[in-house]
């Protein structure tokens, strides 16, 4: 197919939302590492995570087996509210870079969560749902997953509790709003609620929180709540899982006009879009079916990959979640506070983790000014405005294409766009402005927070 053939949007018909979700694990030769109990020592068995986690999710997290698993009838009638998400073409990005580069991609901001977030929020409720349970717990950071999980709750009609980082509660009141819209109920956190918020308070009485601190929060809250469970929106295997439609509509959208990635680029917080939109590229590279790149793009300020350690450490501040193998900066990493481009996660899927450690995908950090450029230029040229998350994939896929520019290759370049940033204009003001700074952790800060 000649390239004027191909539109400017792939969008798959409504028959074609995956009837399966695709389990990379069952694929990859060397299996991620299970939960370890952080009081024995031993991996978690599933009737210790019972009392956290949802069943049915927890047999989906410890399943390294099942390649494809049927998404219920009642979670695919909601995909196909949302579903297929479009496959862009982006011509405008590529006459703008002046790249013989093919860029495409998946964008997943076209619903409400303005994220990609809803595919497991939806995933998750259900089985909670199933489960009858009374109601469950999350944190959100920059809102997008309390978003998605507060409509996902609100469609199977599920009290929800959401402990939001207190700094986000407070600079983003609009995102609040929305949350509060679909019924679901907000604690800035930390929170005189649990413990292990009256901890962290007592500590420091003036912070302005943490993914990693809400997290304790949850988890505390859930399980110390009679029909309560807790449920999070990336790291986890069941969140890659759901986050599969991603890459199997991406590729089917491909195949239909005949084209393949040569590199497949998304940016990495706790590594759940991307785990989704490389899946089915992965499988081919598992299986040596295909051999494209895989590149994760991360924060210069919150550098898992690129300046981690590959170790089990906790998930959460105060540690008292399991013991995940991952790459981590150490559970009470928190960036720095100039860092705006969201992505704040201290660990990353256990999953990613384990193929970036075998060499089957590699990652680079990117400084904020530079991403927020990368942000500027897509937003003029494709006329959408992307979070600043999302931005981190433009900015690994825009010098992608700016090298194959310099080379005049014509590589396929398929990248995610994970979302809109619409409720992060503060950080856009930020760039605009030229107060934006990129002082990122020196070594000896890292080594300060290791496990
Ligand atoms: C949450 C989020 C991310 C990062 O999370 P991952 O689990 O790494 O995918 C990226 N983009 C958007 C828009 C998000 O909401």
Redesign the pocket.
Known sequence: MSAKNIPNRIILPESQVPQQWYNLRADMRTKPAPFLNPGTGEPMRAEELYPVFCEELVRQEMDDDTAFIDIPGEILDYYRTYRPAPLHRAYQLEKALGTPAKIYYKFE?NNTS????LNSAIAQAYYAKQQGLRGITTETG?G??GTALAMACTHFDLPLIVYMVKGSFTQKPYRRSVIQTFGARIVPSPSDTTDAGRGILEKMPDTSGSLGCAISEAVEKAVTTEGYRYVL???LNQ?LLHQSVIGLEAKAAMESVDEYPDVVVG????????GGLIAPFMQDKLTGKANPRVVAVEPASCPSFTRGRFAYDFCDTAKITPMAKMYTLGSGFIPRANHAG??RYHGMSPILSQLYHDGLMEAISCEQTKVFEAAALFSKAEGILP?P??AHAIRGAIDEALLCKESGEAKTILFGL??TGYFDMSAYEQYLSGTMTDEIPTDEELRAFEA
Do not use: D, P, R, Y
């Open positions: 901001g303005g994220s990609h977030k920059a997008q997953w929106g990336s790291v969140v940016c990495a917080g706790g590594g759940s879009n991307l969201g992505l979070a998350e999302s994970t979302g």
